[in-house]
T-cell receptor, first 112, second 108 residues
Framework: DVKVTQSSRYLVKRTGEKVFLECVQD?????MFWYRQDPGLGLRLIYF???????EKGDIPEGYSVSREKKERFSLILESASTNQTSMYLCASSFWGPDTQYFGPGTRLTVL | KNEVEQSPQNLTAQEGEFITINCSYSVGISALHWLQQHPGGGIVSLFMLSSGKKKHGRLIATINIQEKHSSLHITASHPRDSAVYICGIGGSQGNLIFGKGTKLSVKP
């Protein structure tokens, strides 16, 4: 079975802190994705990566950056957390582009 | 205008009923995905389809590329089907745009 893990289920940070969210998949998938999910807005794509060291902006990249140094790991970075980044963050991976995506359990981030 | 529209937003059904959730989209796609999200947040991919129809157990997904429309059907619904069902449309790199979801509640 494909397993996508995220470093934390719950995280509380202060405004201005640098935040790292880590995602690891164990199925040698090429593509990895970071989404955020907010009530009334649904799932929105922040960034995705289709290869090591490659990244593409999604629909809402502002305030975020990503890093993919190894194929299995995709990190989402909030350089200076703000209260409007309080959200559920979900990572996903797929073998190739339009293939089935496998989701991690999510990290509920609260920025105070 | 949203690129992906789901209907209905909320749906309450009695156990055993046949359920249909609709998804309409406005752009060309490589694939359409149906996801299920249970309370607690975990998301499971149900279907990925680019044409025709797929079936898995009591779940059936259909897509009409010309009409830019997909439906998710649940036969003989059960309370454990209660979840949010999310439609997503995909580009060639897998970057998905999602609808806002349909919250389904199946009463015993």
């Amino acid at each position: 079975d494909v397993k996508v893990t995220q470093s934390s289920r719950y995280l509380v940070k202060r405004t201005g802190e640098k935040v790292f969210l880590e995602c690891v998949q164990d199925m040698d998938h090429e593509n990895m994705f970071w989404y955020r999910q907010d009530p009334g807005l649904g799932l929105r794509l922040i960034y995705f990566s289709y290869d090591v060291k490659m990244k593409e902006k999604g629909d809402i990249p502002e305030g975020y950056s990503v890093s993919r140094e190894k194929k299995e790991r995709f990190s989402l970075i909030l350089e200076s957390a703000s209260t409007n980044q309080t959200s559920m963050y979900l990572c996903a991976s797929s073998f190739w582009g339009p293939d089935t995506q496998y989701f991690g359990p999510g990290t509920r981030l609260t920025v105070l | 205008k949203n690129e992906v529209e789901q209907s209905p937003q909320n749906l309450t059904a009695q156990e055993g009923e046949f359920i249909t959730i609709n998804c309409s989209y406005s752009v060309g796609i490589s694939a359409l995905h149906w996801l299920q999200q249970h309370p607690g947040g975990g998301i499971v991919s149900l279907f990925m389809l680019s044409s025709g129809k797929k079936k898995h157990g009591r779940l059936i997904a259909t897509i009409n590329i010309q009409e830019k429309h997909s439906s998710l059907h649940i036969t003989a619904s059960h309370p454990r089907d209660s979840a949010v069902y999310i439609c997503g449309i995909g580009g060639s790199q897998g970057n998905l745009i999602f609808g806002k979801g349909t919250k389904l509640s199946v009463k015993p």
